[in-house]
């Protein structure tokens, strides 16, 4: 009995005879193989009976026909990952779509612990830094053997990034201090203070939404003058202190 694997390039199916004459193939079953140019031409996994026929002329007898049983085997898949991984920070959305496998068969994902991030479709949703185990499936078809695979993702914080300057002026456009990926550092401090190194707000937890500096002081609740200011971010990075200072403007 004879075997071979879902995918393979067409081939001979090698039999011979004491003549010139031709032989003749045919496959009992054309849903798995059939006969291209005297070669087998794979179809789908399965089995089937090829057999090798010779005609006779006046020279020689007809060959009896010979049968050999052929079993198409499924083909091995092999998840491809892109050249360039995910290498997300947290609050990314990354497209998987990327993964793909030489099937072309559509794959699933998952993770996990789904504390640090979640999979619908193709669109992980990154929520803690740490390290994130993706697991990418395909469950395989008739043609097709299911596969399996991990593939670790390293997560780090976005970097905080304090906007330059603000404009309170109620009209929608940097009407607050932004202070980009503090709110991912709940465990924080934020200090201003004006030229003449004055504290005019400070407060914990700045996160961008309930807790902002929006122009006005939280000590006496007024308005600053318009001018330039400095900050100082305080927040702890996975158990470690880091600092951040520099200037903003305020402009109304």
């Known amino acids: 009995m004879a075997a071979t694997t879902f995918g393979v390039s067409d081939f001979s199916p090698g039999a011979t005879v004491n003549s010139n004459l031709a032989i003749n193939y045919s496959s009992s079953n054309t849903n798995v193989a059939t006969i291209i140019n005297n070669n087998i031409h794979v179809i789908a996994a399965g089995q089937t009976q090829i057999s090798a026929s010779v005609q006779g002329n006046s020279e020689y007898t007809a060959a009896s026909t010979v049968t050999q049983n052929l079993i198409v085997n499924k083909a091995k898949q092999i998840i491809q990952v892109p050249s360039q991984p995910p290498l997300p920070v947290v609050g990314a959305s990354v497209d998987l779509s990327n993964f793909s496998t030489n099937s072309g068969l559509p794959l699933s994902f998952e993770v996990s612990d789904p504390t640090m991030a979640t999979v619908i479709g193709n ?14 499936k395909q469950e395989g078809n008739n043609n097709y053997n299911s596969t399996e695979a991990s593939y670790i993702i390293d997560v780090s914080l976005p970097d905080i990034v304090v906007t330059p300057a603000l404009t309170p002026n109620g009209d929608g456009i940097d009407d607050y201090l932004l202070i980009k990926g503090l709110e991912l550092y709940p465990n924080n401090t934020v200090t201003l203070l004006n030229r003449n190194g004055v504290i005019i707000y400070k407060a914990s937890g700045y996160d961008n939404s309930t807790t902002r500096f929006d122009g006005r002081s939280n000590f006496s609740n007024d308005f600053q003058p318009a001018g330039t200011y400095i900050y100082i971010v305080d927040f702890n990075n996975n158990g470690i202190k880091s600092h951040l200072s520099g200037y903003f403007v305020l402009k109304y």
């Open 123 to 136: 669109i992980l949703q990154v929520h803690k830094a740490g390290i994130i185990t993706l697991i990418v």
